[in-house]
């Protein structure tokens, strides 16, 4: 408090002076049109900049929290709509659903290496198992591949170790999806048979051949390919999913593959 008072009598000319000029400043205000359109323009600008940002702010919270909304909503119809496409053909059963989706969070994402792996915020306490596949609002993503009880990793698309089912959406001519490590945007379809009749611009979608994917699950569109007499080569297949800008992602789990694996294994 001493120090106060000695600030104020060492500078007290001073503050006068600055105390005076407001005065003078909020008269010339108040008596003249123009200054006091000029000040409240100005005041008016400061604020809105404020309350701009502030609200650019907000929306960025909320346009966050809605989608993590968003894609547990698409989770649950995308249960719904398993549930009710099984009970057409299982109307004893009302409850079955041979597809379990579950939503997650990809926190961490490598899309740039030969072999590439997303993190996402689920693992066992929430129900998941390895070799479950991972799908998002946009397309097919990978297989979980490493988990523990509240995390688990899964082997892109984008991994030279990843083989997935894939056909023609048209004629349901089956081939394999595969990565060669160049483009993150494009992934290959090998050993499709050569009465395919592939076309630029077809969709390749998942071929329910495997119990990791419903069947159906797009993938992408042929970019590219070389014809031989013999076979196809070299396609390309430009990815339906921006595997660089991963959000919520979504679990499936087919209830149906225990019993098919034990009933495979039987065999050996």
């Keep these: 408090m001493q120090q106060i008072f000695y600030f104020i009598e060492k500078y007290k000319y001073f503050l006068l002076f600055m105390a005076l000029e407001l005065v003078a400043l909020l008269f010339t205000i108040q008596s003249h049109s123009y200054h006091k ?27 966050i929290k809605e989608n993590e ?19 057409s053909y299982t109307p004893k059963d009302s409850t079955y659903q041979k597809y379990i989706y579950t939503t ?10 030969k072999n590439n792996i997303l993190t996402i915020d689920k693992g066992r306490n929430d129900g998941l198992q390895l070799d479950m596949g991972v799908i998002s609002s946009t397309g097919l993503i990978g297989i979980i ?12 698309v984008l991994n030279s170790q990843s083989k997935i089912n894939a056909r023609l959406k048209k004629n349901h001519y089956f081939g394999t999806l595969s990565w060669n490590g160049n483009d993150y945007k494009k992934a290959q379809l090998v050993d ?35 014809k031989t007499r013999k076979t196809y080569e070299n396609i ?9 800008n ?23």
């Design 69 to 87: 909304n968003l894609a547990t909503e698409n989770t649950l119809l995308r249960n719904r709509l398993e549930s009710l496409k099984n009970n």
């Design 145 to 156: 591949n490493n988990i523990s009880n509240n995390y688990a990793t899964v082997l892109s």
């Design 37 to 63: 359109s000029q000040f409240v323009n100005s005041a008016n600008a400061i604020t809105g900049g404020l309350y701009k940002k502030h609200k650019a702010i907000f929306q960025f919270t909320s346009l």
């Design 236 to 244: 390309e297949i430009l990815l339906s999913t921006d595997m660089s």
């Design 104 to 113: 997650a969070k990809v926190i961490n994402n490598s899309f740039t290496k």
């Design 192 to 226: 499709i048979q050569r009465q395919a009749n592939i076309q630029i611009g077809d969709t390749i979608v998942s071929g329910g051949k495997s119990t990791l994917f419903p069947e159906g699950i797009i993938i992408g569109t042929i970019h590219s390919f070389d």
């Design 246 to 268: 991963l959000g919520y992602v979504h679990v499936v789990e087919n209830k149906e593959k225990p019993e098919i694996k034990n009933l495979e294994n039987s065999h050996d």
